[in-house]
């Protein structure tokens, strides 16, 4: 009896193996790559007849039509460097409006440290989008940080933005960027210098509703005396419904001699 209980398992298996080497389904989709038009769907998109999601999750930033976003945040973070401010607090409000390939949008928030509070610099940005193709998407943004922020010497600086989006398939993305901030602010104590960004990583589409990336970033200070900062990143979009949707994030800074790190969750809401 054994025997041939073994003797079934294994002729089940080769059948088995066999069904699957004929419809070969490198997506797991249930549509065998014969009939697959979309052969790089999530795993756990639900497609159509031809493999292709039937619904695909799209950023608000990437959305055609005209709209309006209003998002609020909460961030909590602490820097060892930083005296008096190790922990802190912050709220924030965005508001954007996307027009064909542009998009406008204003920042500010409020922060709390044991000692201090108060408003934090406003933010203006404007933001055009070129497609190259449907795999490659580069945008160039300027802004201009406002000196909201209430302390001495603050003025006006003004930040250049440059990104590259590509999709070598349709759930991953591969992205980096640089930045450049004229820093305008009075010298009080240490010499002031322009600020260089860079960040690069890659991200993945689990389901129809959720993204998560991760990436390295580069920052110098606008302290002379201070090293920059290199950060290791991760962010979680997830599109809750039509209207609304969420993010959260994590920085964690990599120096050893020093600790860092921020938490952020907004949630936002598409206006029209």
């Known amino acids: 009896m054994m ?71 909460y961030g909590i973070s602490n820097n060892e460097d930083t005296l008096n401010r190790e922990i802190q607090h912050t709220a924030k409000i965005q508001l954007i409006y996307y027009r064909d390939e542009w998009s406008y949008s204003v920042r500010t928030g409020y922060f709390q440290t044991d000692l201090q509070n108060g408003m934090q610099d406003t933010t203006l940005k404007i933001k055009r989008k070129f497609r190259l193709n449907e795999s490659l998407k580069i945008r160039l943004s300027l802004g201009v940080k406002l000196p909201t922020y209430d302390f001495i010497g603050n003025q006006t600086d003004y930040t250049l933005y440059s990104s590259l989006t590509y999709y070598p398939i349709s759930s991953l993305s591969l992205f980096s960027g640089v930045s450049h901030t004229f820093i305008n602010d009075e010298e009080e104590t240490d010499p002031l210098q322009d600020i260089n960004t860079f960040y690069a990583g890659s991200g993945y589409f689990f389901t129809q509703s959720l993204y998560a990336n991760i990436a390295y970033s580069y920052a110098q200070s606008k302290f002379t005396a201070n090293l920059p900062s290199r950060s290791i990143m991760s962010t979680l979009f997830y599109k809750i419904n039509k209207k609304w949707f969420t993010t959260l994030s994590y920085s964690h800074q990599i120096e050893d001699d020093t600790l860092n790190n921020s938490l952020n969750i907004k949630f936002g809401y598409s206006i029209w």
Do not use: H, W, Y
Request: proline residues 4%.
């Open 3 to 73: 025997t041939m209980t073994k003797i079934l398992l294994l002729a089940f298996t080769l059948i088995t193996l066999s069904s699957a080497e004929t419809t070969k389904d490198q997506d797991l989709d249930g549509v065998p790559d014969s009939v697959d038009q979309c052969k790089n769907t999530p795993f756990l998109d639900v497609v159509n007849q031809q493999g292709c999601s039937t619904r695909s999750l799209i950023f608000p930033e990437d959305q055609n039509n005209d709209g309006l976003d209003i998002s609020f945040g």
